[in-house]
Nanobody
Framework: VQLQASGGGLVQAGGSLRLSCAAS????????MGWFRQSPGKEREFVAG????????QHADGVKGRFTISRDNAKNTVTLQMNSLKPEDTAVYYC???????????????????WGQGTQVTVSS
C-alpha cells in the first residue's frame, strides 16, 4: 500500500487546514489508519486514528475538540480536519496504515505497517 499525504501549508494561529491521505496499491478499507506528527527535535507522536470501518476513532488529548479524523472507504481516503490551529501544531504530518483493529493499539506507531511521505504544517503566531 502506498500512501500519499497532502493538504499541508502555512496558516495563521486560529486557522484551519484539511489533510488528506490517499491510498493506492491496496484496499484502504482493510486497514486502520492514523495520523502522526513530528517536529524538529521531538519524537513522532500520535495525533488521531480510525478503525478500518470508521466506526471508532481516537484523538490525542492535545487535539481533542480541534482535530477530527474521518475516512471515505469508497474513495480510499482518510482526512484530518484541523481547526483552531496553534503554533505548537507545527510539524510534519504523516499518515499511516495498520492491520490492527484495536482502537487502543492504533495510537502506537510500532503497530503501523505502511507510512506516507509526510506533509508540512506550519502555524504562525
Amino acid at each position: 500500500v502506498q500512501l500519499q499525504a497532502s493538504g499541508g501549508g502555512l496558516v495563521q494561529a486560529g486557522g484551519s487546514l484539511r489533510l488528506s491521505c490517499a491510498a493506492s496499491g491496496g484496499t484502504q478499507s482493510r486497514y486502520g489508519m492514523g495520523w502522526f506528527r513530528q517536529s524538529p527535535g521531538k519524537e513522532r507522536e500520535f495525533v488521531a486514528g480510525i478503525t478500518s470501518s470508521g466506526s471508532r476513532t481516537q484523538h490525542a488529548d492535545g487535539v481533542k475538540g480541534r482535530f477530527t479524523i474521518s475516512r471515505d472507504n469508497a474513495k480510499n481516503t482518510v482526512t484530518l480536519q484541523m481547526n483552531s490551529l496553534k503554533p505548537e501544531d507545527t510539524a510534519v504530518y504523516y499518515c499511516a496504515a495498520t492491520t490492527t483493529q484495536s482502537i487502543k493499539m492504533i495510537a502506537f506507531s510500532r503497530y503501523y505497517n505502511y507510512w506516507g511521505q509526510g506533509t508540512q504544517v506550519t502555524v504562525s503566531s
